[in-house]
């Protein structure tokens, strides 16, 4: 793999955390051996994920994230 994943990213533009052009190039999650597709952004070195809670929205109309804790593995998409 030529392209190393950061150990934290996230997809909320407005987060420093967040890179789109790695982004663009498609970041699977792999969370405690399951395949995650709402995930908002991920820490490795801590262990944990935030996915979105549905069609909750905060009162900025943001969607509502929960944090689960275990094993993260972020890995590059490809096209098949």
């Known amino acids: 793999?030529?392209?190393?994943l950061p150990?934290?990213?996230s997809s909320n533009p407005n987060s420093p955390y967040?890179?789109?052009?790695?982004?663009?190039k498609g970041v699977g999650i792999r969370f405690n051996g399951a395949e995650k597709t709402n995930v908002d952004?991920?820490?490795v070195s801590e262990g944990w994920v935030r996915?979105?809670?549905g069609n909750?929205?905060?009162?900025f109309g943001n969607p509502m994230t929960i944090k689960l804790k275990g094993k993260v593995e972020p890995y590059l998409?490809?096209?098949e």
């Open 77 to 79: 998409q490809t096209n």
């Open 1 to 4: 793999m030529t392209d190393t």
């Open 56 to 59: 909750a929205k905060d009162r």
């Open 41 to 43: 952004e991920y820490c």
């Open 18 to 24: 967040y890179d789109e052009e790695l982004l663009a």
């Open 7 to 9: 150990d934290r990213l």
């Open 51 to 53: 996915v979105t809670a």
